[in-house]
Structures are given as structure tokens and as C-alpha cells.
């Protein structure tokens, strides 16, 4: 009698399941090109089983990895870590392999295989850069292969001034590639480049030579810098770089439509969220300097004074496993949630009463902040980088000091304590994004930079 068994990898970008006759054989495979927060898992799961002419009934075992996993957690027997199943299906089908490199699209992983074991692994830890969505967008737009994730590098360099003597553009944006403003440059194309991070600067760029050094290669090789908070800003400029070549320019979206009752009602049911929890939510890649550590002590703090709070956590990293460790260590299975990768904020955004931030690392001016607002969802934020620059308080949400748990909990439990006074912030989200961070607003600056900068490059 054979045996069947199932495996779903629900990916960022995309959902795959397959189906295996005595471990070996394929019955059925579906691949839809959409992942996580998404019907895509579904929709592939009931290709294969219409395929195979099976059921649910008839999988002796069902298997499910990726960044959305977790979502599956009443269907699948068990979840595994995409990084296990790498070393896992490389070692039966390349026993020979040691290396795996995996361009998913969040991230970037390279991993060491012994016997099909991941022995060891490392991960990009930017944003976008270098990961699979990235370049197949600018291999699809720029008619190049990917470059890679670094800001330079001399090869880089070349195929990017070919591309660019090819194309013959009028000004190059660059969002931290320097090799994209070298080459420009060398084409003498207007250089703009904006600067998104606002990391402690070391000490080799606070003195010189450092300084000197960083301030002749930035001011050199961009026409206009723009920094998209005043924290970015002040991170250039604690690097030397002049005021004067600076435009600061808050980040803006497009709005989020807040999603109907029913829908909502449907989330709530599957996050085991009950009539009267107050749910807290983060959206943020699973990092240390992303303050989740804080997020969840203030959730024990406020959990011990009997309150019903909930935590959603969206996103992924490679705290994961850290920040689970520690959410058992402090008893609050119960009370939190790891969605992973969610493509569509909407429904989790509707979902939410307050949203969180506690960065202490780097922060400029967060989307998922200013997308909550659009909906009228207030956020309670550290002081830390761009924050206070989004978030007035007392006004849209609240700020408390960075690191400190106890005034997170407190500033939580004050908008839980006060129903009107969480409402009123709500509307005035909505009017302080219409006001300041649309994305036409956003647009229109962006616009206005590559006017001023083509005009005195006449």
C-alpha cells in the first residue's frame, strides 16, 4: 500500500506544494505566484490534491516551511524552518552539495550542508537589496542579470556605466549604491541619492582622515542627497557631510483601505483573538535593533496586571527563533502570534487597535506607520531616529523613551484606559497623513529635487 505525504512551502512571493508517493515518487506538484497573507497556499494545496484525486484523509504526513508556515498550523502535522528543508533536499538529492544558496524575496541565505544537515548559515540583513523580488524587478526594468548585494564594487561599476551609456538618462536615483553614483558620474549623469538608515555612525567616520574622506566620496558622487527624516539627516551630517547638499523629505504612501468587518471577524478567529483583547501589532523584520525584546516584556508587564492584550508580529529575520525562546520564557504563547512575511497589510492593519515601534538601532521614517495612519490607526513609538517625526504625541499616538519597556506598557495601558482618547488619535492620523505623507505629496518633492538638480546641471 502506498504511502502519500504533502510538503507546502509558503514563500514570500510565492506558495508550493507537492505531493510524494513512498517518498520518492511526484504525484502531483502546483506552484501559484503569490505567498504569504495570501489565498496563494490554499489555491496550491487544492491543485495538487484535484491532481492526485486525493484528500486531506488519505496524507500520512503533511509538512509545511516557508516564511508563512505558521499559517498552516491546524492543516500540516508540522512546520519546519525553510533552512532545514534546504540541507534536508539537498542532501537527498545532492549528497555531494555543501553550499546552498537561496535568493528567496525577503531575503538572501547562504547555507553549509553536511549529510543534509544545515550545519551553519548567514543571511543578508537590508531590506530589499539583493533579494529575489529586487532582482527580478531590475532584471525585468534594466535588462541586466542582478548585482549584488553590496553598495560597491569595480564590477559593478562597469556594467552599470555600460548600461548607462546605453540608455542615456537624464538623472540617476541611487538608494545607497555607490557603484550606481560612480557610474553616473563617469557618464556625467546627475547624480540624486537618498539615504534611508539612520545607523550610529562609527568613529572612523566621526574624525578624520574618515571624515574628510566620507564627505569628499558622498558630496562628489551626488549631485542632491536626500534624507528621507531628519534623523538621516543628521546621520550624514555626524559623517561630515554639508547641510547645504541635503534635502530632507519624510517618506509618503499610497493609503490602506481598512477592510470590512466580516473579513476581519475571519482574521480574528484565526489568530484566536476573543470579543474584548485589546491587540497590539508590529511590523518589522525580525531584528534585535527592531525592539521587539522591549514589546514583549511590556506585553508581560501589562499580561501580569490581568489585562487582554494580544501581539501580532509580522515579518521575518533572523531573530526568529530569539524572540520565541523568549515569548515562552515569559509565558506568553497565549497572548502572541508569528504571522511571518505578510505581503498584504491591510487586513493585519485592520485588525490592529494600536500599532507598536520600538526601534533602537535605525529608523527613519517607517511605512507600515504611515500606513497604519491612512486607516486611522493610532501607534505608540520609541524617540528613537525618525519617530518623533511621525508620530505626534499626544496627538496621532504616543512616544515613549527608547529601551524602556515599563513606559511602553504604561502608554499602552493609558489609550487601553481611555476608549475616546485612542479614537480621537485614530482621526488624527488620518488628517495628519492626508496633511503630510501622501504618496502624491511624497511624489511631488521627489519631483521638485530632480528639477532643481537637472536645472543646474544645464
Avoid at 482574521?267 to 521587539?292: N, P, S, T
Avoid at 481611555?418 to 519631483?447: C, D, H, N, W
Amino acid at each position: 500500500m502506498s504511502i502519500y505525504t504533502l510538503g507546502i512551502d509558503i514563500g514570500s512571493t510565492a506558495s508550493k506544494c507537492i505531493m510524494l508517493e513512498d517518498g520518492k515518487e511526484i504525484v502531483a506538484k502546483s506552484l501559484i505566484d503569490v505567498g504569504a497573507g495570501t489565498s496563494g497556499p490554499q489555491r496550491a494545496i487544492d491543485e495538487v490534491l484535484a491532481e492526485s484525486g486525493k484528500t486531506r484523509e488519505d496524507m500520512a504526513f503533511i509538512l509545511a516551511t516557508g516564511y508563512g508556515r505558521n499559517s498552516l498550523e491546524e492543516f500540516a502535522d508540522s512546520q519546519m524552518s525553510e533552512l532545514s528543508c534546504h540541507g534536508k533536499g539537498a542532501g537527498f538529492l545532492f549528497p555531494e552539495v555543501r553550499t546552498v544558496i537561496d535568493i528567496g524575496g525577503q531575503d538572501v541565505k547562504v547555507m553549509r550542508v553536511e549529510n543534509g544537515v544545515m550545519t551553519n548559515f548567514q543571511m543578508n540583513d537590508k531590506c530589499a537589496a539583493g533579494t529575489g523580488r529586487f532582482l527580478d524587478v531590475m532584471a525585468r526594468v534594466l535588462e541586466v542579470d542582478g548585482i549584488a548585494d553590496r553598495s560597491f564594487d569595480r564590477g559593478d561599476v562597469k556594467t552599470l556605466k555600460g548600461l548607462i551609456a546605453w540608455e542615456r538618462p537624464d538623472l540617476i536615483h541611487t538608494h545607497g549604491c555607490l557603484s550606481g553614483r560612480i557610474a553616473a558620474k563617469g557618464q556625467r549623469v546627475p547624480v540624486v541619492y537618498s539615504r534611508h538608515s539612520a545607523f550610529p555612525v562609527p568613529a572612523k567616520l566621526r574624525y578624520p582622515p574618515g571624515r574628510w574622506v566620507n564627505k569628499l566620496i558622498n558630496e562628489h558622487y551626488a549631485d542632491r542627497i536626500i534624507a528621507v527624516s531628519p534623523a538621516a539627516a543628521k546621520n550624514l551630517t555626524d559623517g561630515g557631510i554639508s547641510e547645504k547638499k541635503i534635502t530632507v523629505m519624510m517618506n509618503g504612501v499610497a493609503p490602506v483601505a481598512r477592510r470590512p468587518r466580516e473579513e476581519t471577524d475571519k482574521l480574528r478567529a484565526q489568530w484566536d483573538l476573543r470579543e474584548g483583547d485589546f491587540v497590539l501589532g508590529i511590523l518589522a523584520r525580525l531584528e534585535d535593533y527592531k525592539g521587539h525584546m522591549d514589546i514583549l516584556q511590556a506585553l508581560a508587564d501589562l499580561r501580569k496586571e490581568g489585562r487582554p492584550v494580544k501581539l501580532l508580529i509580522a515579518g521575518v529575520g533572523p531573530y526568529e527563533e530569539t524572540l520565541r525562546a523568549e515569548t515562552a520564557r515569559l509565558g506568553l504563547e497565549d497572548s502572541v502570534r508569528f504571522l511571518g512575511f505578510v505581503s498584504d497589510v491591510a487586513p493585519l492593519l485592520s485588525v490592529l487597535d494600536l500599532q507598536l515601534n520600538a526601534s533602537y538601532g535605525t529608523e527613519t521614517s517607517s511605512l507600515s506607520i504611515l500606513e497604519g495612519m491612512s486607516m486611522g490607526l493610532p501607534a505608540v513609538v520609541s524617540d528613537y531616529g525618525g519617530n518623533p517625526w511621525l508620530v505626534d504625541d499626544g496627538e496621532d499616538g504616543l512616544v515613549f523613551p527608547t529601551r524602556n519597556a515599563a513606559a511602553l506598557a504604561k502608554a499602552i495601558a493609558r489609550l487601553m484606559d481611555s476608549p475616546q482618547e485612542l479614537e480621537q488619535m485614530g482621526r488624527r492620523a488620518v488628517e495628519i497623513y492626508r496633511a503630510r505623507f501622501t504618496g502624491e505629496i511624497f511624489a511631488k518633492k521627489i519631483e521638485d529635487v530632480y528639477l532643481n538638480v537637472l536645472k543646474g546641471a544645464q
